[in-house]
């Protein structure tokens, strides 16, 4: 069975750090990007950045470009997303999801169609 665990949620405050993994099993991790999405409350799901295990090619959305690393462990079969500087703006679920190597090479990095497995978020609070 496809698998996408995310984890490493949890409460912190403004101007600190939290790192989520993100596990993978089912599927040849090795042929995926994989992307986190975040969801607040009352808001549309949006993109915040992917990585493509194939080749390390990282995107960010806007927002968090220059405090979120995206990375990627191919032997773990998992790729982690270091937020710093959180801001309480970042509070959200946060999910990963995976996309075939195809789509990446052809559609913007967040267009959420295009991910075919999706896991089940994790919750990150930044208090102010």
């Known amino acids: 069975d496809v698998q996408l665990q995310a984890s490493g949620g949890g409460l912190v405050q403004a101007g600190g750090s939290l790192r989520l993994s993100c596990a993978a099993s089912?599927?040849?991790?090795?042929?995926?990007?994989i992307g986190w999405f975040r969801q607040a409350p009352g808001k549309e799901r949006e993109g915040v950045s992917c990585?493509?295990?194939?080749?390390?090619?990282?995107t960010y959305a806007g927002s968090v470009k220059g405090r979120f690393t995206i990375s990627s462990d191919n032997a773990k079969n998992t790729v982690y997303l270091q937020m710093n500087s959180l801001k309480p703006e970042d509070t959200a679920v946060y999910y990963c999801?995976?996309?075939?190597?195809?789509?990446?090479?052809?559609?913007?990095?967040?267009?959420?169609?295009?991910?075919?497995?999706w896991g089940q978020g994790t919750q990150v609070t930044v208090s102010s």
């Open positions: 999801a995976a996309r075939r190597r195809y789509y990446s090479g052809s559609y913007a990095p967040f267009e959420m169609w295009s991910y075919d497995y």
């Open positions: 089912g599927f040849t991790f090795g042929d995926y990007a």
């Open positions: 990585i493509g295990s194939y080749d390390g090619i990282t």
